[in-house]
């Protein structure tokens, strides 16, 4: 257990966090002093801790340089995902105009769970920017905001690009909902549900469809309530 991070802390919970890396170890030891312990001679100060959660070493010694020390820190390492990004819509990151970044994450962490942060580095020390953030090589992203992400897909959504389409009932917000396949495996393989920009259009949706190399897209996000995924998955 780590040393805590404001409040009253005492001498020899320091020591039991240095000697058996519990703050609140009930060890006994004796000769206990600030210095020593703040220059490493009872156990070298575990660096990995960021400067301002750990001793510098120097003199005048003060036990508030203790506060959220962690002598087992462990290094944290980082794994990194391509991302095409915009700070404008999930239209601009999913078509044209979006730039390619690199994100961050903790690597014990799932790259889209909720909560998990994401960085601008592999040294995790500058979180991203709130915006939109499309898988490089998926269908798929997160508006990211502080760490909290509202999710998003695009998907080529022309009656004329799909088969063995069968209409399976309307959205609450009225929007025709159907299974189906694409025509062009590449653009998706396996049974889909989703929507039709034909049908989009129709009702005023406009918004939500851009084309992109000849073909109009969907943008799936919180503006309609259809998702676009597999049928496994729904």
């Known amino acids: 257990m780590a040393v805590p991070a404001s409040g009253e802390i005492s001498m020899i919970k320091l020591r039991n966090e240095i000697g058996n890396n519990n703050y609140n170890g009930s060890n006994i030891y004796s000769n206990i002093s600030l210095t020593s312990m703040s220059t490493g001679v009872h156990g070298t100060i575990n660096t990995v801790n960021a400067a301002a959660d750990r001793p510098n070493g120097s003199v005048p010694h003060s036990m508030s340089e203790f506060y959220s020390y962690d002598h087992d820190a462990a290094l944290v390492s980082f794994t990194g995902r391509a991302m095409r990004a915009s700070e404008e819509s999930a239209l601009t990151a999913c078509g044209k105009g979006a730039l390619s970044v690199t ?104 918004d939500n469809v851009f084309e992109q190399n000849g073909e109009l897209w969907v943008i799936y996000d919180k503006r309609i309530d259809v998702p676009f995924e597999s049928v496994t998955n729904w």
């Open 103 to 206: 994100i961050y994450h903790n690597s014990i962490e799932e790259w889209d769970a909720d909560g998990t942060t994401w960085y601008t580095s592999n040294t995790g020390e500058t979180e991203v920017d709130n915006g939109y953030y499309k898988d490089a090589l998926g269908l798929y992203g997160y508006y990211y905001e502080g760490g909290d992400k509202i999710y998003f897909s695009c998907g080529r959504s022309e009656r004329r690009l799909k088969y063995n389409i069968k209409f399976i009932g309307e959205s609450p917000m009225g929007i025709p909902m159907y299974h189906f396949n694409y025509k062009n495996e590449e653009h998706g393989k396996g049974r889909f549900v989703g929507t039709m920009v034909e049908d989009l259009q129709r009702l005023g949706f406009e």
